[in-house]
């Protein structure tokens, strides 16, 4: 099992992007795959998650309406594309693979490498 993160970067306040989580050795169809993310200094925190039964299972409340959650099945590729996004929000973002949808970092199965997203103010 492999999970690879891209989409990060340098973005100005209110700017958007979209990260990608590529997976290998596994289908989505029948896993849940989080987004969660750490800031220097404090814990990693879930941010969303899908379920390959279910759909978009999870949001952080702070994310709700900003963020979305999506998935290609024929790619095994994640998304999450984020908007509106704000200095606070400077973090390692990271990927992570489950057997249900669940926002607790220890009971992850898996995880990518992380990507970067730096807010600028």
């Known amino acids: 099992v492999q999970l690879v993160e891209s989409g990060g970067g340098l973005v100005q306040a209110g700017g958007s992007l979209r990260l990608s989580c590529v997976a290998t050795?596994?289908?989505?169809?029948?896993?849940?795959v989080g987004w969660f993310r750490q800031a220097p200094g404090k814990e990693r925190e879930a941010v969303s998650c899908t379920s390959g039964r279910s759909g978009p299972v999870y949001y952080l409340n702070s994310a709700k309406g900003r963020f979305t959650i999506s998935s290609d099945s024929a790619k095994n590729t994640v998304y999450l594309q984020m908007n509106s996004l704000e200095p606070e929000e400077t973090a390692k973002y990271y990927c992570a693979l489950n057997r249900v949808c669940s926002t607790g970092s220890s009971e992850q199965a898996h995880w990518g490498q992380g990507t970067q997203v730096t807010v600028s103010s």
């Open positions: 050795g596994f289908s989505f169809d029948y896993y849940a």
